[in-house]
Every structure is written in C-alpha cells, then in structure tokens.
C-alpha cells in the first residue's frame, strides 16, 4: 500500500477513536451529572412531593379533598372546543 493510503487510514482510525472517546467522556460526566443535581437539588424533590400530594408547586396545601381526572368524555369535549376555537381563530386570522 502507498504512504497516502496508509495516512489516511490513520487519520480516520485517529479521527473515529478521537470522536469515540469524546462520546464516553460526554455520557459519563453528564451521567455525573445527572446524579449530582438528583442528590443535591431539593427544588426537585420539594416540588415532586408537592405533585404526589396533588399540590400546585409553591401554592397553598389544599384541604383533604381529593382531586379526581376528568373522564373521557370531558376531555373529548374540551378537545373539541378547543380545536374548534383553534379553527376560527386561523380562519378569522387569514381574512
């Protein structure tokens, strides 16, 4: 083989391992990272707490009702008016 191929083979070998070890560097410090701001951060569990109780995060604890999903059919209806509204507002929009 010439020199010019193998230069090439070795700057693609050199370019790929170079690009390899960046990608294990970049996942394992935000993996770091990540567990850093998970043990170190109590907005987030403060605010985690406050949406398994069913609180707003920094509003008032609510009395002792509970907060029930709509059903199905309330949210088809809401759904509905508010791609229809949606609707209007664009087609309003283009006159």
Do not use: W
Request: aromatic letters at 6%; proline letters at 4%; zero cysteines.
């Amino acid at each position: 083989m010439s020199d010019l191929v193998l230069a090439g083979l070795n700057l693609a070998l050199y370019g790929m391992g170079f690009v390899f070890v960046f990608l294990l560097l970049l996942v394992g410090l935000t993996t770091v990272m990540s567990t850093l701001v998970r043990r170190f951060s109590p907005t987030i569990a403060v605010a985690q707490r406050q949406h398994s109780n069913g609180q707003k995060p920094g509003g008032a604890r609510r009395s002792n009702s509970k907060v029930e999903a709509p059903s199905p059919d309330q949210d088809q209806g809401r759904l509905i008016a508010v791609m229809s509204a949606a609707i209007k507002q664009h087609r309003s929009s283009l006159d």
